[in-house]
């Protein structure tokens, strides 16, 4: 079965890049039609998209976060990359990774917290 795990620093200080990895086990990143995209919630705030890389390796992103998001893979490590740029307080939040087909997401990684503070 598909399995996702995030992984990175819990702490980062403004102005920063932030850098997290999602591992995928149990399955290809590159098998067809299949989403791989990051997702974070800020406390008590709702889940917000961040961006995503296809199976064939094109990227999308949030329009709010596209000046300082980038999201690449390593097909040979089966894991996918983001690194959020001048981070700032405002970027707390638990980062998750989970695999889309159409409009439906799943499996999830189970998140991983992400605290900006000086």
């Known amino acids: 079965q598909v399995q996702l795990q995030e992984s990175g620093p819990g702490l980062a200080k403004p102005s920063q890049t932030l850098s997290l990895t999602c591992t995928v086990s149990?399955?290809?990143?590159?098998?067809?039609?299949?989403?791989w995209s990051w997702f974070r919630q800020p406390p008590g705030k709702g889940l917000e998209w961040m961006g995503g890389?296809?199976?064939?390796?094109?990227?999308y992103y949030s329009p709010s976060l596209k000046s300082r998001t980038s999201i690449s893979r390593d097909t040979s490590k089966n894991q996918i990359t983001l690194h959020l740029t001048s981070v700032t307080p405002e970027d707390t939040a638990v980062y998750y990774c989970?695999?889309?087909?159409?409009?439906?997401?799943?499996?999830w990684g189970q998140g991983t917290l992400v605290t900006v503070s000086s």
């Open positions: 149990g399955g290809s990143i590159t098998t067809n039609d299949y989403y």
């Open positions: 890389i296809s199976y064939s390796g094109s990227t």
């Open positions: 989970a695999r889309g087909f159409d409009f439906s997401w799943g499996p």
